[in-house]
């Protein structure tokens, strides 16, 4: 592209809209120069618990302990170590999330 030719016009857009989206977030969040806030900002935090956080580490941690429980466990010569550990760490891993869910449905009852 030479310097005669015009700019195409999904360059200018993604410009334009990179430009308006920065200067838009600016404006909101400070008064010019000065840094100060805009003004107030109406409305109400709600300080609520992530489920998928509380559901994922309960279930880690179910895991973690089904793991190391089926491996301390001496186990029979029906079914191998490894069998054990994979249905113990599944069933562990399930009431772990189960848990965990309950503990975000509880904290998050408690601070209304």
Do not use: C
């Not at 200018?12 to 400070?30: I, K, L, Q, Y």
């Not at 805009?38 to 618990?49: D, E, K």
């Amino acid at each position: 592209m030479t310097k005669d030719e015009p700019e195409t016009d999904a360059a200018t857009d993604a410009a334009a809209t990179t430009d308006a989206a920065t200067d838009g977030a600016t404006d909101r969040a400070t008064d010019g120069a000065t840094g100060a806030e805009a003004g107030p900002v109406f409305g109400r935090v709600r300080h609520a618990p992530r489920y998928g956080s509380f559901v994922s580490t309960g279930a880690v941690l179910g895991i973690v302990l089904g793991v190391v429980l089926a491996l301390r466990w001496q186990s029979k010569a029906e079914f191998s170590v490894n069998t054990v550990a994979g249905y113990v760490a599944a069933i562990l891993g399930l009431i772990g999330a189960l848990l965990g869910g309950a503990l975000a449905v509880l904290l998050d009852r408690r601070r209304r």
